[in-house]
């Protein structure tokens, strides 16, 4: 059944458990985080991404969103379609009017009264259309040095607990991402990110929205289970899915070329879905739906 984010994450919140919101570029994958999620009986959120190429297209946008939208529809278990990192209001506005159930703005590089500004506009236009918002305070970065050395990323900058009660009464968000020492994308080699619960605990205790971890991938399963019982209710995951992904398609083109070539595409899916459905028992929704 397709649902707001915020029928998902208010229990999660409240049975502490954490749901995967997991970065789909395409159809088949749409498929993957469904078919998962109605294996193991648990909600999930499918992130989609106006800003990557093969949706840039309006056309294209607008197909792709109806056929998220009714999978979602179609499936026996609660599905979201969230706007993962909306930039700018003009994206919110696109993503209000193809048919997403919840966005995201992310102005967290911004400064502070800038992000909230930005916030309480897109709240303020969200809600109207009935939607649930998300935003960032505190900034993920990229795990990888070498983005940031090339400009190209935003450092990591952890949230400030003291400004949370703030951000939220002043913005009216629905859902709060929250820089705890998580990062964004694959990290150097065996390098496992150092959360800070204390902080997290801090923060979870002040905050009366549903709580974001950005970047899941790469952090470490007690990490994530700890964090999802800590508070967390949503996990982004992209990266770790699409090495489990190209892993099993690889996998089967080198066990017999011919048919891995014809099944490359299909082993690729299958390995994507697998790690979302690990994750779904690391984040403990599975049985939730
Ligand atoms: P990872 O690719 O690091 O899992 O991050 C995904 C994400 O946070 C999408 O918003």
Redesign the pocket.
């Given at each position: 059944m397709l649902v707001k984010m915020d029928e998902i994450l208010i229990k999660a919140r409240r049975e502490k458990y954490g749901v995967i919101?997991v970065?789909c570029f395409s159809l088949e994958l749409i498929k993957a985080a469904i078919n998962a999620a109605e294996k193991k009986r648990s909600p999930v959120i499918l992130?989609i991404?106006l800003k990557y190429d093969f949706v840039s297209e309006e056309e294209d946008v607008e197909l792709f969103l109806y056929m998220a939208r009714e999978r979602a529809r179609r499936s026996s278990v609660p599905v979201a379609v969230n706007l993962?990192?909306g930039q700018d209001y003009r994206t919110i506005m696109r993503a209000i009017s193809h048919g997403f159930t919840s966005v995201?703005i992310d102005a967290s590089a911004k400064s502070y009264h800038e992000n909230i500004a930005i916030t309480k506009e897109v709240v303020h236009t969200a809600h109207a259309a009935g939607l649930p918002v998300e935003a960032e305070l505190g900034c993920?970065g990229m795990?990888d040095e070498t983005f940031r050395l090339e400009n190209k990323y935003t450092k990591s900058a952890k949230t400030d607990p003291a400004l949370v009660k703030d951000f939220i009464e002043k913005t009216n968000v629905d859902f709060l991402a929250v820089s705890i020492g998580?990062?964004?994308?694959?990290y150097a080699k065996n390098i496992t990110p150092h959360i800070d619960f204390e902080l997290l605990t801090e923060i979870a205790e002040i905050t009366p929205v549903p709580l974001v971890?950005?970047?899941?991938?790469?952090?470490g399963d007690d990490n994530l289970s700890k964090a999802c019982k800590m508070g967390i209710s949503k996990i982004?995951?992209?990266?770790?899915?699409?090495e489990a992904a190209i892993c099993k398609a690889n996998a089967g083109y080198q066990e017999n070329q011919n048919k891995g070539r014809i099944n490359f595409l299909t082993n690729y899916v299958t390995g994507y879905q697998e790690s979302i459905e690990y994750y779904m028992e690391v984040f403990g929704s599975d049985g939730k739906a």
């Open positions: 919101a970065s992130n991404n993962d990192h995201m993920v795990a998580n990062a964004h994308g694959p971890l950005h970047g899941g991938s790469g952090t982004n995951v992209g990266t770790d899915l699409m």
